[in-house]
């Protein structure tokens, strides 16, 4: 499914079940938030690497195509929050930073994507495993699988296996959210 099925399955998900996300737990809507951060941090590395001329072709394709997907996950995310009586954070509200050199080379570029990948597949396994709300947890495992789509590419570009362990690692949101931390500015 493309970026576009799954910002239409959130939307599609919403429809169906709004009172559920008048009622959503303060737990769940702090894993909404650190994901829709994760995800503005994600198109944020993907901009600035598409922008930095270092990337080939295989992996501009790679980087455009993730891009479009964290755009989509992002606004699912916003979508979800404001579903919920959130406001939703922005790009516009976070300063991204990174460390010294994660654009100098391809090699770099896709290392620090594979990282930052990991982190997002671990980071929704994680709230799919403890949300109390049943109807959030479809439209995240969704978005969890898409996740592990781009590690596996990045796993590639780096030459890597394609396939990664049986049972991926998931994330508690405070080490998620300790990691994140370490890309604002």
Do not use: C
Request: aromatic share 6%; charged share 20%.
């Amino acid at each position: 499914m493309g970026s576009a099925g799954v910002l239409l399955g959130l939307s599609v998900r919403l429809v169906g079940a709004p009172a559920a996300h008048a009622a959503t737990p303060d737990g769940d809507l702090a894993y909404l938030r650190v994901l829709l951060a994760l995800e503005l941090l994600l198109a944020d590395f993907e901009a600035q690497a598409l922008a930095s001329g270092k990337l080939g072709p295989r992996s501009t394709a790679l980087l455009k195509q993730a891009r479009a997907d964290d755009l989509a996950h992002a606004a699912g995310l916003s979508a979800l929050l404001t579903a919920a009586g959130q406001t939703p954070t922005t790009a516009d509200d976070i300063d991204f930073s990174y460390p010294k050199q994660s654009f100098a080379s391809q090699g770099a570029i896709v290392k620090l994507g594979w990282s930052l990948s990991r982190l997002a597949l671990g980071a929704y396994l994680g709230a799919v495993e403890k949300l109390e709300t049943a109807e959030l947890r479809g439209p995240l495992a969704q978005i969890a699988a898409n996740e592990a789509q781009h590690l596996s590419a990045f796993a590639h570009l780096r030459g890597r296996s394609l396939v990664g362990k049986a049972f991926a690692a998931s994330l508690p949101i405070d080490l998620v959210s300790a990691e994140l931390d370490r890309y604002e500015g």
